[in-house]
């Protein structure tokens, strides 16, 4: 058996995941419905992607992920795994008065995960081939323009006081990542990959 046939597939990661985001989720839920309601509704932000992946699993597709590919979905969960702890510390100490330093220090926690996670893309983009390089880099392309377009428009509105943003700033990561993934997903097909990735 090669070493390409023994790796695993892109199908085999999104399974590993899903199944993880619910496990997660799930106990979260549990813990918070007994002993602490933030953390009840913060175990739907694993749940929901859980039952995305689920439900995307036969669209994936069963062809042996790339090296780099493989060392990027390995290094995911424990970056995620920390991303959600720190948000559930931030959840749990966003209340208390505590010195401001310490609620700075708090609500920058995750942040680290979140750069590690920026860190592992770039290494994944580097790493990958010409024409995976491509693809990312359209996608990111794309995404980063949307999203700069957007958030100006926004900025433009706001002072005029068209329109009130709020927590919006929070929000600009999340929706890059977003259009990055949709992007991503139509330039594989583009280029002849099948499945979603």
Not at 34 to 41: A, E, K, Q, S, T
Not at 130 to 147: A, D, N, P, T, Y
């Amino acid at each position: 058996m090669t070493d390409t046939a023994a790796a695993p597939t892109y199908r085999h990661f999104l399974l590993v995941f899903a199944l993880w985001a619910l496990g997660v989720g799930f106990s979260m839920v549990a813990i918070g419905w007994w002993f602490w309601r933030p953390l009840f509704y913060l175990g739907f932000g694993a749940i929901v992607p859980g039952v995305i992946w689920l439900l995307l699993l036969p669209f994936v597709s069963r062809d042996p992920a790339s090296p780099a590919m493989r060392r990027f979905y390995r290094m995911f969960l424990p970056a995620m795994g920390i991303y959600l702890l720190a948000i559930a510390v931030f959840c749990m100490v966003e209340d208390l008065s505590l010195a401001p330093w310490v609620t700075i220090v708090v609500a920058l926690l995750p942040v680290a995960p979140v750069t590690w996670f920026v860190l592992m893309m770039w290494r994944l983009i580097r790493d990958s081939d010409e024409l995976m390089q491509r693809i990312h880099m359209e996608s990111l392309l794309v995404s980063s323009g949307v999203v700069g377009v957007l958030t100006f428009a926004g900025g433009m509105l706001k002072a005029v006081d068209a329109i009130q943003l709020g927590d919006g700033l929070f929000y600009v990561f999340p929706l890059m990542c977003l259009i990055y993934g949709v992007v991503n997903w139509r330039c594989m097909r583009k280029y002849g990959f099948k499945g979603i990735c």
